[in-house]
Each structure stands twice: as C-alpha cells, then as structure tokens.
C-alpha cells in the first residue's frame, strides 16, 4: 500500500512539472505574447473569427475614451468585455485586479487603458503583467500614461487619433494582435468609424 502511494505521489508530481513546462512554455523567450513583428516571428496558430475572439478591455478613469474604444470595438465586430476602474478608491490597482480577473478567465487578448506604470505602481503592474505572459495572452496597452520599460510584458502600445487618417481601426489592430498576425510595436489607431470610397 505504501508503494502505491508512493508511486501515486510521483505520478503527480510529474504531471504538476509538465503542466508548469507547458505553461512556462507559452511566454516566448524575450518578447512579448503577440509581439509578432514579420510573418517569419509568426507562430502556427488555428485563426478565430471576431466574433468568437475573447477579448477584455479593463477602462481607465476616461470614461468618454473607453466608450468610444469600447463601441469602435463592437463596431468592428468585436465583443470585448469592459472592466471599468472610473470611481474606484485606487484605479491602477482596481485596473490590475482586472488583469488578474481576465487571465484567470483565459482571454484572448486584454487590452490596458490608461496604465500608469510609474512611482508606486511600477512594482504591482511588473507582477501582475507577468500572470498573462507566462498565460500565453497577449496584453495591449491603450493610451498609456506610463508604461513598464520591460517590452516583454505587452505586445503593443495603440495611441489613438481619431484625426490621422492613416491611422488603424482599433478593432482590425486588436484582432490582429490577438490572431498574431505581424504588426508594429506602436500602432495610431482610430475609434471613429470611416467611410469606404468606392
């Protein structure tokens, strides 16, 4: 009897060990989760519709800015969960708790508004980035305020101008990211709608 206790007792310790190599191997080596720069970074993935993608959006304290990026989401056919942080206590950390919230639930991607990385919460946003990175869920950062200087924790920075028009529907840039598919470091985006010529 004790043998097989034994051999149970190991048996599980393996599979604890593999289950922490296979997550430990969903963080690339020295980029971030969805920091796909050309088609040769891309990694062999099964591509999901909009509709089915998971994506999570945790606000910033700019209420009107997160409507407006939550409803050019949807606009583009995304259906982003909307974690807001306006009217809380401490909104960095009501913001991290939203991270925490959403790579616990498995998102697709989440999206970061108006992240403030500096003086007292520089150390909490370095821990809790980490959750999703070794989750295998890319993370992108809208509108920063301050972002961490370890590029490995985001995939992308999206700064909106809703006046540039190059500038990228933010529904297309997230769904690429969250598709993997090559984008850039910085990306302008735009939550307005634009008319098609034809």
Same mark, same amino acid.
């Given at each position: 009897a004790?043998?097989?206790h ?5 048996a ?8 922490a190599?296979?997550l430990?191997?969903?963080?690339p080596g /020295?980029? =971030? ?6 088609? +040769? ?8 519709d909009?509709?089915?993608? /998971?994506v999570? #959006?945790v606000?910033s ?6 409507r ?7 606009t583009?056919?995304l259906?982003p969960?909307?974690? *807001?942080v306006s009217?809380?206590? +401490?909104?960095q =950390?009501?913001?991290?708790q939203?991270v925490?919230?959403?790579t616990?639930?498995m998102a +697709?991607i989440?999206v970061?508004a108006g ?6 919460n520089?150390?909490?946003w370095y821990e #809790?980035l980490?959750a *999703?990175?070794?989750?295998g869920?890319p ?9 961490p200087?370890d590029?490995?924790?985001?995939? =992308?920075t999206l700064?909106t ?9 933010? =529904?297309?840039?997230?769904a690429a990211?969250? /598709?993997?598919d *090559?984008?850039?470091r ?11 010529r034809g």
């Amino acid at each position: 009897a004790v043998n097989g206790h034994v051999r149970r007792a190991a048996a599980g310790l393996v599979a604890a060990a593999c289950i922490a190599s296979m997550l430990s191997a969903c963080a690339p080596g /020295n980029a =971030a989760v969805g920091d796909t720069q050309s088609a +040769d970074d891309a990694v062999a993935h099964i591509m999901k519709d909009r509709n089915s993608l /998971n994506v999570a #959006m945790v606000g910033s304290q700019d209420v009107q800015s997160d409507r407006m990026a939550m409803e050019a989401l949807k606009t583009g056919g995304l259906k982003p969960i909307y974690l *807001p942080v306006s009217g809380t206590v +401490d909104a960095q =950390a009501a913001a991290r708790q939203g991270v925490k919230d959403m790579t616990q639930r498995m998102a +697709d991607i989440i999206v970061i508004a108006g992240m403030d990385a500096s003086g007292a919460n520089h150390d909490g946003w370095y821990e #809790m980035l980490d959750a *999703p990175r070794q989750a295998g869920i890319p993370v992108v950062l809208l509108d920063p305020i301050s972002m961490p200087t370890d590029s490995a924790l985001f995939a =992308a920075t999206l700064k909106t101008n809703d006046r540039m028009t190059d500038a990228k529907p933010i =529904a297309d840039v997230v769904a690429a990211i969250a /598709n993997n598919d *090559p984008h850039d470091r910085e990306i302008i985006v735009t939550t307005v709608k634009r008319k098609t010529r034809g």
